[in-house]
T-cell receptor, first 116, second 114 residues
Framework: DSGVTQTPKHLITATGQRVTLRCSPRSGDLSVYWYQQSLDQGLQFLIQYYNGEERAKGNILERFSAQQFPDLHSELNLSSLELGDSALYFC???????????????FGEGSWLTVV | AQSVTQLGSHVSVSEGALVLLRCNYSSSVPPYLFWYVQYPNQGLQLLLKYTTGATLVKGINGFEAEFKKSETSFHLTKPSAHMSDAAEYFCAVSGEAAGNKLTFGGGTRVLVKP
């Protein structure tokens, strides 16, 4: 158990719908990352937050958005869903962000999203 | 920008044989290198990481990796494969200028034959 909690574990929804994925980081971790894992794209970095502020942005679609709340939990919002958005979405957390010596990033078990 | 190439998307080894998974990276800043393992229907678990110092890094479950700057490589090895090593393995790189985010390779799926 990494200490990173993601809900829901599985989600099936229809095209055009909107879903919210939730993540609770490890206790004490200030940085939260979202990754998408799909068969064709592999593991892709989406976005990172550090202590409530956006820190880095990767291959995140405009239909997707995220935020980190004062209690440090994070949510990833996916809207106008398409079949191609079906994937495993990981949340991860670490103590610090850039400037620290490659501190370990801990991953949750992921949220499986199926768009039908 | 940083990138990772893992040679071989699938590797098959016999139980008791050497496991060798290849990883080459590209980075314009001093890299931090990681190997993660993903068991079926599970999240990513850190096997080991290189930050600075000793270039031979030992991790969990008998795995180790060696950082070779001249070859821009960070290959993962285990002297004797066990059935429980069947999983997918990901090499990743990060760096201070990249905000500590990880850039992953495409992964190598390991099959262990009895």
């Amino acid at each position: 158990d990494s200490g990173v909690t993601q809900t829901p574990k599985h989600l099936i929804t229809a095209t055009g719908q909107r879903v919210t994925l939730r993540c609770s980081p490890r206790s004490g971790d200030l940085s939260v990352y979202w990754y998408q894992q799909s068969l064709d794209q592999g593991l892709q970095f989406l976005i990172q937050y550090y202590n409530g502020e956006e820190r880095a942005k990767g291959n995140i679609l405009e239909r997707f958005s995220a935020q980190q709340f004062p209690d440090l939990h994070s949510e990833l919002n996916l809207s106008s869903l398409e079949l191609g958005d079906s994937a495993l979405y990981f949340c991860a957390s670490s103590v610090h962000t850039g400037g620290a010596l490659g501190n370990t990033i801990y991953f949750g078990e992921g949220s499986w999203l199926t768009v039908v | 920008a940083q990138s990772v190439t893992q040679l071989g998307s699938h590797v098959s080894v016999s139980e008791g044989a050497l496991v060798l998974l290849r990883c080459n990276y590209s980075s314009s800043v001093p890299p931090y290198l990681f190997w993660y393992v993903q068991y079926p229907n599970q999240g990513l678990q850190l096997l080991l990481k290189y930050t600075t110092g000793a270039t031979l890094v030992k991790g969990i479950n008998g795995f180790e990796a060696e950082f070779k700057k001249s070859e821009t490589s960070f290959h993962l090895t285990k002297p004797s494969a066990h059935m429980s090593d069947a999983a997918e393995y990901f090499c990743a790189v990060s760096g201070e200028a990249a905000g500590n985010k990880l850039t992953f390779g495409g992964g190598t799926r390991v099959l262990v034959k009895p």
